[in-house]
């Protein structure tokens, strides 16, 4: 396909089959595992009208750089021009909280694309991107502020993605100390289930999640708010800068909109709950660790990794409760890019046993999870290739002989010295690793890349030293890992 107009159609089918597939008996879903969480007061804060300054707050947290919508009002102009449409904006935000329908041009949405993979050349290749109107923000913004408030006591430990006070580190470490007992000696053996969930965001149900809403205690009128946010999107695709179609949705969430996360963790309760429920009815199925720690599970937004005793009999149930949960919510596991992890006490039989039952593949060690290797053992340097390999590219793709030494040290501190921070705040890589890292920007900072080789005029321990004592102040990579326990 090489012409721009058919490209373009193929595009907006795609996405327009995506967000308006079928949907699921929303009546079918098991509510029971919820319980009312959300308080009276709650339900109150939550529906209350905003004051002027709450609204203006709102708009002046946004960023000013970011992408405006497809009215083309970015947030840098409601700030310059906010006492003229300033109680404009008030009013519709009012006209919102009393009950009011969103507009068309309101809730319209432009799908940027961006590749998920080098040389994308499927539509699945690409995660949709939504630039919503910052009109509409506004209202999210305030309904996703007001709401994280709530989420502490509502989300289930095991999830930790965007409940305020609970950190992506705490999963990494935790999957740590689970994996290192992966191999513990107990009938049946230890096994880890890894999986993908296809299109997460795009396959939410709008009856499930409200169903959801309605069992925690959130109120008729909020849920009413939330109703009209999600079920009031219109779509247009950009293909190769060019706006194609205009479609409504009828399932989803935008991805871009400030209260998605916020809503699909808690659609997501279902199977956070499900799990505990299904491992509280069969306690055999637990995962062994010599010790009273009980993980069952671990999540992270759609990233869910499932702890259980590898037996045929636990898995076939593990794997039943998660069709089930396919069926009832509309979501889908994709088997192709899931995987699971055996103890060595899993014999071959077994393995291809589990890998028949569950339709995943058998995953290669270490386990990479949340972008950082699961290491059981001793770290080895290849465990650590993909980080070097990641910054290597970045200054590949800039000119040095057009950067001065104060711009090569800009771009070391404030781009290249944080990207090992992520990994470093959970695993301390080995000694040959940090004295890699520190060689990588030693040389791009003296132009020293390649076969062109220049010569470093000053140690580089000296370089990082604080700006009082002769440096420039360049964190060291070892220094950084020291700062996390």
Known sequence: MDQPERIRESGVRYFQELLTGETVDSTAVDTDLIHTLVSTEDNLMLATLPSAEEVKQMVWSMCQDSAAGPDGFSVAFYRACWEIVGEDVLQAVLDFFRGAELPRGMASTTIVLIPKVDSAQRWRDFRPISLCNVSYKIISKLMAQRMASVLGKVISPAQSGFVPWRLISDNILMAQELDHKLNYHIRGGNLILKLDMAKAYDRVQWGVLFRVMAAFGFSEAVIAFIRRCVTSSWFSVLVNGQLSGFFRSQRGLRQGDPISPFLFILAAELLSRGIEALFAAYPGMAYATG??????????????????????????????????????????????????????????????????????????????YLGVPIISGNKRTV???????????????????????????????????????????????????????????????????????????????????????????????????????
């Open 291 to 368: 010790c009273d720690m009980r993980v069952s599970h671990l999540a992270y937004a759609d990233d869910v990794v499932i702890f259980l005793n590898g037996s045929l009999d636990c898995v076939r149930r593990g794997k039943g409760f998660l069709d089930r949960y396919e069926t009832q919510t509309g979501q889908a596991i994709n088997a192709g890019k899931s995987s699971f992890f055996p103890s060595r006490c899993i014999s071959d039989r077994r393995r291809q046993q589990i890998a028949a039952v569950t339709g995943f593949g058998l995953g290669e060690r270490p386990m990479l």
């Open 383 to 485: 465990h650590f290739a993909p980080l070097l390999a990641k910054i290597q590219r970045k200054f590949q793709g800039w000119n040095l002989s057009r950067l001065s030494h104060g711009g090569r040290l800009t771009l070391i501190q404030s781009v290249l010295s944080s990207l090992p921070v992520y990994l470093l705040q959970v695993i301390q890589p080995p000694l040959e690793i940090l004295k890699k890292l520190e060689g990588v920007f030693a040389s791009f900072f003296w132009s020293s890349v390649g076969h062109d080789r220049k010569v470093h005029w000053v140690a580089w321990r000296d370089i990082c030293r604080p700006k009082q004592e002769g440096g420039l102040g360049i964190r060291r990579p070892s220094e950084v890992g020291r700062h996390y326990p």
